[in-house]
């Protein structure tokens, strides 16, 4: 019914803004009138308790109406997934978990909708619905899709796929809590989801505290799903066939007393007795699915419910709102009012939220905290004479990488194509592959520190999520393939500059680059993954650093680990290159984005700057030739070439744990002066843009164009143009 003036009067003050209050539900003196939960009993200990199982429909009833009101409220938005979920959530909150994140982002309203009820929203200022409403959808407030920037929010969430990882990742470091993800039937389309928990789970067996939660509900975003035919039988044969022990599935269909036809219903128009039944079922359920995850046992609970169950759309239609579907909208108006609360019935869900766990989400998720970190002391550099035998750089790097992990035993190594591939077997020697099959011969043992699925989606998901929740990780890869791994990376790194805290930033060592893929073709050669970053760079806390030498990988890895709330890609070569640097050279390419590693005098300069190490070799072979025509050159190698935008050109100053350090024009000039300038880079061009941007001599660039089968690295860069002969013609023909 329509809230009257004396119904507003009486709400609490969190309900401005609620359109339609409700008639009290029949049984509500009796089981909802007295909150279950309180400050000292923050869980439902008997979830067939008939006052936990009322409070808990009624939870269910007002998530599904602050979805729907608040989506509305912009005629934006997508209720249609949640309120097919939120007995699920309803009773996981009750049982007193909220460390729950989501591999949907389209359930984003229903998130934050918990999040009101709990409290957690008021340390944004959103206090009331009016506030919520107005705060949804719009810049500095309740995103589309769940960010790092909202308070009790676990992590963020936008494609799919990437939920699990952080709730694995949360119970590989928080191993008496649980963390139940929400995914959706429509995304188990996926090819990764189950494959990752598979791996994970062989390699962690003890680490059980990871509940996925299955939304099953017949429709993907805008069609049926390609698991909707799927009998009961076989679904619970699915996950069990994926090492699943213990599958529970309720029902709805199971309590339907209205004749709904098809296999998935919707609850919401059972009688109130078989509301209430199927409430009861889905509260025990998820006790049963908790106790089992938390006592060893790989468990999933899954939960089968018509798609839109209880707001203004059933099936996919549901997924979202149109501009049509404003507050006035008929279909909005009568899933609001069916699903309207009296005052009494908000203040009881309100109390139990508030109390539910503890607290509010904000104060007692895990990632509301920082975690405490071992402290790494100082690093083992070792440095080689410039000059002196060629070294591997992967290779010095994980020396180090090794001495971190026996340091830090948290800290976690991911590579999907073998560390050996690499030049860093010395990561395995140091720290053991984590492996059911214990064998030295392949350095593999339980309970390494080394995890190394065939997806690179797993590698950089267990990573990024362990590093957005407090530890150190270094995700590494071949740079050819690394991008299947990029967007769970990239939305973690988002999260990260907006994100409330500080964490260790996510470390990648990408190696085998493009140039030392030449036998094995195109299909190795994909340095295009560098104009990703060169986009990222913009972001203002993504650092692609490109270290010439062994001397300046240590450096640059050093540096990475003191950081905070960044993306740091670090790119190497995994053959034996010159030491052209010393460690000082490296910090000081660090703080200024380039070293000068050579300077000849000429009647006229150009200047080299490259990006990479191996690279270098035909810009030194140039010099060589233009000094042999008189002509002066410089060798600048880019190390950092985020420090060589101006202050305006990337979002810095937006980013939680901001940097804003940049090279002034002096130090600019000084590094990259002369009568006209070649940018070079085995990768995409687009990296170069920071110095194309502010140079005003003739210039010009060569980079990677595309791929081919060689025999030498040699032959590759010929391939694309970038020779010592091509590089010595058209620097003279820029000079004129």
Known sequence: MVATPDIKTSAPDFCEGIQYFGEELEGFETYGRSPVLAADKPAVTDPKDPAAVFQTLLAADALRYLTLQVTASKASGHPGGFASSVEAYASLFMLGHKNIPTEVGHHAPGFYSAMFLDRSLEDMGIRTVTQLRERFREKHGLLGHLSGFIPGILAPAGPLGQGEHFAMAGALLHRDKLFPFTMGDGGMGEPYPMSAMAHFHTAYPQVTNFLPVLVWNGFSQEHHSMVSTKTNEEMIAYWSGNGFEEVI???????DDRGQTGEYVDSTIFSLKQRLAFTEAVLVAADRAAKSALGGKLTVLIVK????????AKGAKSHNLYAHHTLDNPDVVNGLQTRALSPSAWQTVRSNYEHAAGGSASKVAVTESILPLVDLGTLPLEEYAIGGDPKVSTTAMGQLVGYVGQTDKSFIVTNADGNEASGIANINQALKINHPTDDPLYNQTPGGQVYEPLSEDACAGLAVGLSLLGSRTLWCSYESFAINGVPIWQTVTQAMAELRRPTPSTICLFTA?????????????????EAYFAAMMRNGNIFPLFPPDANSI???YDWALGTKNKGVVITASKSPLPIRTSFADTRQALQDGAVILQEIAGNKTVVFAVIGDMTLLPAYEAAKQLQAQGIGSKIVSVVNPRRLYRLHDTAWDTCSEPDGDFLDDAGFTRLFSGDALIGITGGASGMLEPIMLRAQQPRDTFAWKRGETTATAGQLMEFNGITADALTKRAIALIG
């Open 249 to 255: 599935l309720v029902n709805a269909k199971d309590f």
């Open 305 to 312: 419910q018509l798609k839109g169950a209880g707001v203004h």
């Open 513 to 529: 680059g493009a140039l030392e893929q030449g036998r094995n073709g195109w299909t190795h050669q994909r340095p295009e993954i």
């Open 554 to 556: 240590q450096v640059c």
